[in-house]
């Protein structure tokens, strides 16, 4: 899978599916591989079995979150990235993913940056991006309670 090689990953899961049902691992990577080929579908089934085999898999909740970011049900796609945070609050990812969620879709860029600067802290700041994010938020939010204070 790392390696490109999409078409035979798929088919090594698959066969590992077969062999230890009960593993979440494949069940996980299986579901990436849809999702990253948009068969959100079927990646969402593989994501369902995969916690039906691990109910405390965070990647899989993590990926549940995205599927349903893209079909714009924004409140579902924020309780799968809590519920992954719940399980793991060092889950860099899902911090990442909310953070995301909250500024670009729900609006709540307070939420977002907060999100933003756990993220941060978990990859020990190594996102440029990622920090040029936090500065606009605390400069856009810095603006806003100036003008607050200024019309008081």
Avoid at 65 to 74: E, S
């Amino acid at each position: 899978m790392q390696s490109g090689d999409v078409v035979s990953a798929k088919a090594a899961f698959e066969a590992l599916t077969e062999k230890v049902p009960n593993y979440s691992g494949p069940w996980t990577n299986l579901g990436i591989i849809s999702a990253e080929q948009r068969d959100y579908v079927k990646a969402e089934a593989y994501f369902n079995e995969a916690l039906r085999c691990q109910s405390n898999n965070t990647i899989a909740m993590n990926w549940l979150g995205y599927l349903r970011a893209v079909r714009k049900d924004y409140s579902s796609a924020e309780k799968w990235y809590l519920r992954a945070i719940a399980i793991d609050p060092r889950y860099a990812e899902a911090h990442l993913n909310i953070a995301m969620l909250y500024e670009a879709n729900m609006r709540r860029p307070k939420d977002a940056l907060e999100h933003y600067r756990i993220y941060q802290s978990h990859t020990n700041g190594e996102s440029t991006l990622v920090a040029a994010w936090i500065r606009n938020l605390e400069e856009s939010s810095n603006y806003v309670a100036s003008n607050a204070e200024l019309s008081k």
